[in-house]
Each structure stands twice: as C-alpha cells, then as structure tokens.
C-alpha cells in the first residue's frame, strides 16, 4: 500500500504543479513506482510540464464517470518505466468530481504504487476539497512574498482539519541577493509564521521555466540548482535526513580567501 | 388574607432602607404583605426625600416577571429607588454563565488566517494570532507568542478586559465596543510584553508591569514579598 500526497498552497503561480512534477520525478528516479494525479479540472497543466499533453485519450473525470477505465486513462512516461499520470479534464470543471469520488479512485492507485502524488489546484473550493479527499499526507508550497505566506496559512489551518494532519512546507522561488539586502522574506521568519516543519527549499532558478516549456522536469538537469533543491525534498520524502541547501553558497577561489580572512 | 406574620420586614441601614422578603411563604403572600406595607401602613417611614432600597429574598428564586412585579409596587412611591436585589440563591444558568466566565481556557497552537475562535472566559493562549486569525473571549486575551492578527476581549461588553501578548503586534484590538486599529492609533513595537486596555472609552497600550497601576484590583491574589 503506497502513500498519497496532495500538493496545495491557496495562492495560484507559487509552483505547485512544477513541485509535483519534479518531486515526482525525483522520486521515480530513485527507483519508487509514481502516479501524479492532476486535480486541477478544467485548467491542467501537470500534462504539460510534464510533456505528455499529447498523450491524453481519456482523464480523471472520464475514470471517475466510469466512461473509461483507470489504466486505460493513465499516461505511461516513456522516459521512465515506473512513472505515470493521470491528467485532468479540460472541458469539464471542479464539480464534475466529488470528494468521495476523488478517495477512492487514490486508494485504488496507492494499490499499485508506492507514491501518489496529488497535484491540487489553488483556492479552497471544490478543487481543494478534491484533491485532500484521498491523501495521507500533504505538502504546503509557499513563495516568499507576504501574500502566498498568508495564503498558506490559511491553507495550513484547514489542512489541520482534514485527516492529513500538520504539513509539510516548501519555500520555492527564493532569491538569495533579494533576501541578503533584506527585499524577500527570509526563511526562517517564514517557517516562524507558518509553524510547520521545513520539507525543503528551493532557489528561484531560470532552467524552470526553460524546462517546464520544453516539458522536462528540472530534477533531470544536473547542474541546475532548483533541480538538486528537489532532489533534495524527494530524498526527505523517503526519510532520509538531508541539510537544508546553502542558498548562498558562493563558489571560487576568492570567497575562500577572503572567508579565511573573515571578510564576506 | 389574614397574615399571622410578617412577611416583609423593613429595616434602616445607613445607605437606605432593606426590605427582607420572607423566603418560606407564598409568592401571593408576600406581595400582597408588600403592597399593604408601601401603599397603607408604613407611610410615616417611606414619605419623603429619595430612599435607596435593597431588597433581600433570601433564599427565594425570582423570576424575571416576578421581579418586575415588585419593583412596579415599589416604584408606585415616586421616591423610593431600588438599588439592587439581593439573593442567596442563583439559577443553574446563570451559574454556569458565571463559571464560565471565571474559567481561563488554556489553549496551545496557531491560529492561522480565516480561522475565527470564541471563548467564555479569559483565554491563554499558548501560540501566535497570525494575520487574519480572530480570538474572541468574554474576558481577557493572553497571547504567549505573537499576536499579529485581531483580537476582541470584553465580549459581551466588560471594558475591564486586557488584551495582553509576548509580541503585540495586531492588526486590530477590540475590547468591549471599542476598536482600534493599532497601526494607525499607535505605534509601539517595545521589547517587553505588552497589554492593551481601555481607559476613558479609549485603548491605550502600555508594558505588563503598568498593568498593577491600571487595573488595582483586577486580579485575586497579587505577589507578596
């Protein structure tokens, strides 16, 4: 029996679907069967992220309504064997899905893989009712801007209410010079806030929204800083215990002598 | 009607006239012993300036009619006054009411954004407001942590209540009918606790240890050496 995670944050552009699409990613890298469930009915885009858009024959409220079959709607990831979706109707909207629906079509999934992971849409309408229905646990996905923390907060409040208990945080989008000179909220004054545990942060990183166009998850690029960041969270997700990355970690032979002189 | 014995004694204290209301007889009884004594027998004694009047029931229960009854023939002489009336006895309602308001409710977590939280009593919360969170009480607010989002104490009207907090930083205070909103009205940000209150219909905010000057007799016990 596998383990099903909503990803939410109230606010809308924060980076849900691209958190859910790489963490996903991440952990099917890692060698665990995945399923991302796009609950966003009506305005999906996990497909595309992922760049299986053209993919699609049948969705979720296709499975729901019982026109179509669970296998037959999800999407096999050709780059790898143990990752799948489940993409969301766009002709249809929120209410053509119901909580209970909702439950028992990720119970039937946490049958056959290890991690589900739910991918739920912004607000705390229908679409948020939905997408909490069937997770155990959920993940807050929060930016450092005074409105996404505020929006999180709210969201965490009627997460505590659900059966998915106290969740997770993800601070994304985070820009190290803007917090230096004291323009962005820190982290920790936003983990103060929220008081919930840390799962990860994650640098505001340019190759995101390169590889979001190209429809490859950033965790495939070595190199880029957002891709290691969400590494990073997959590998807490499988309980490992990993350090908080040093977002200002400056590379080259001058910040080291001048570190060993103790100017910065 | 033929009453053997007294069923409303009136006695002189030095802020007015007691009348003691016989707790064993008949409520007919003694409002007819009552209307006899004020409208015939004892005009000598209530005639004149403005008399206060405490009436004592002992342990008889009132109901919110029958008290109107008597205050209706007390008040049939222009110058007797009631000041207040007296019972040894309460309703299990208003028992409870009371208890509850004696009650500090403990509280521990955070309360975030859009969630609104009611209180009889005083609260003592251990966690933060956040903005956009809302405590109600029909007493005081303690808040050990921030208090970035709104408060109202005084419920239901008692403008003794405090709002008191580790960080007193809100974005509204209420205390009974009096809002305020403390980034316009002042400006404060000290690094000790704080508590707000209000002192001629207006709130003030000042450091927990005014509170002994401000609120004298506010609590049960205070610190003895």
């Given amino acids: 029996m596998g383990e099903a995670i909503v990803i939410t944050s109230g606010k809308g552009g924060v980076g849900k ?24 009915i009506g305005l999906r885009n996990l497909d595309v992220v992922m760049g299986l858009e053209n993919r699609i024959i049948f969705d979720l409220v296709d499975v729901v309504e019982g026109v179509a079959r669970l296998e037959q709607a999800l999407i096999r990831d050709k780059r790898f064997e143990n990752l799948t979706m489940l993409p969301a109707a766009q002709t249809k909207d929120k209410s053509a899905v119901k909580p209970r629906q909702m439950e028992k079509l990720v119970n039937e999934l946490k049958k056959d893989y290890d991690y589900v992971l739910i991918d739920c849409p912004a607000g705390i309408e229908q679409g948020f009712k939905n997408a909490v229905a069937g997770a155990n646990r959920a993940i807050v996905v929060t930016t450092p801007e005074t409105s996404a923390v505020r929006d999180a907060d709210r969201i965490i409040g009627l997460l505590e209410r659900e059966k998915v208990g106290t969740p997770k945080l993800i601070i994304n ?44 998850p950033v965790v495939l690029k070595h190199q880029s800083p957002a891709a290691l960041a969400y590494r990073n969270i997959a590998r807490r997700i499988l309980g490992e215990s990993v350090p908080l990355m040093n977002l200002n970690s400056h590379s080259g032979i001058m910040h080291k002598v001048k570190k060993w002189f103790g100017i910065r | ?60 229960y009132l109901s919110d009619k029958q008290e109107q ?68 009480a029909s007493g005081s607010i303690f808040v050990m942590g921030r208090l970035r989002g709104m408060a109202h104490a005084g419920l239901y009207g008692d403008d003794q209540a405090i709002i008191a907090a580790s960080h007193l930083e809100p974005t509204r205070l209420q205390i009974a009918e009096v809002m305020s909103l403390p980034a316009e009205q002042w ?39």
């Fill in chain 1, 17 to 40: 679907t691209t958190t859910t699409a790489n963490i996903g990613t991440a952990l099917a890298l890692s060698g665990k069967t995945v399923c991302l469930v796009d609950t966003d």
């Fill in chain 1, 173 to 216: 989008r985070i820009r190290p010079h803007m917090v230096k000179n004291g323009q962005m909220h820190e982290v920790d004054e936003i983990v103060n806030v929220l008081a919930i545990d840390l799962i990860g942060i994650v640098p505001d990183d340019e190759s995101i929204i390169a590889s979001a166009n190209l429809g490859e």
């Fill in chain 2, 1 to 60: 009607m033929s009453a053997t014995k007294q069923k409303v004694t009136i006695k002189g204290t030095k802020d007015g006239l007691v009348f003691f209301m016989d707790d064993s007889c008949s409520f007919e009884d003694l409002v007819s012993d009552l209307k006899n004594k004020v409208e015939y027998s004892h005009q000598q004694i209530l005639t004149g300036p403005v008399i206060h009047i405490t009436v004592n029931l002992g342990y008889r």
């Fill in chain 2, 69 to 136: 009854q008597i205050r209706q023939i007390i008040r049939k002489r222009g110058n007797l006054v009631i000041k207040e009336f007296v019972s040894e006895v309460i309703s299990r309602e208003q028992a409870l009411m009371e208890r509850l308001a004696s009650h500090t409710n403990v509280v521990t977590g955070t309360v975030r954004s859009g969630q609104v939280n009611e209180y009889q009593g005083d609260v003592l919360l251990l966690g933060d407001i956040n903005p956009g969170g809302l405590v109600k």
């Fill in chain 2, 187 to 225: 400006v404060q940000h000290e690094m000790t606790m704080e508590f707000a209150y209000l002192i001629d219909g207006k709130m003030q905010v000042d450091s927990i240890h005014r509170i002994k000057q401000i609120r004298p007799d506010w609590t049960q016990s205070d610190i003895r050496g």
